[in-house]
């Protein structure tokens, strides 16, 4: 479950919403993850280190929980996982924060990574509109 007490900036709003067809659109071209500057870099942002993505990885998984998707956050990983084919979300402050607010636990990545990949992709971008 999510924390949505903090107030979502249009912007915030545009770029979870993005985020969520970026990586949906991933898992259709049969991308395993997406890094987080491969995401910064899709989502158009200056920085492309994935610096400033939190709120909107946050803001993505509480969209996908209303629209009863996984959490979408879990497939967005490191460079490091993703090359060595083990994609995990970084062992840092920034996943701490995610975590914590998406109420999910490492352990539980694997596993949602995995509902994730079975999701019907077309049809779930379909629903979620632009």
Request: glycine share 8%; charged share 20%.
């Amino acid at each position: 479950m999510t924390d949505r007490e903090t107030i979502v900036t249009p912007l915030t709003a545009l770029r979870a919403r993005a985020t969520i067809h970026i990586v949906g659109q991933a898992l259709q071209a049969g991308e395993l993850a997406v890094t987080y500057s491969e995401l910064a870099r899709r989502l158009g942002m200056s920085k492309v280190n994935g610096q400033g993505l939190n709120a909107y990885l946050i803001e993505a998984a509480a969209i996908c929980a209303e629209q009863g998707l996984p959490n979408i956050g879990v497939l967005v990983v490191s460079q490091d996982s993703l090359a060595a084919g083990e994609p995990m979300p970084a062992q840092s402050a920034l996943s701490t924060l995610f975590f914590t607010k998406t109420g999910l636990a490492r352990d539980d990545v694997p596993a949602e990574q995995a509902r994730l990949r079975a999701v019907d992709w077309a049809a779930a971008l379909t629903r979620l509109g632009s």
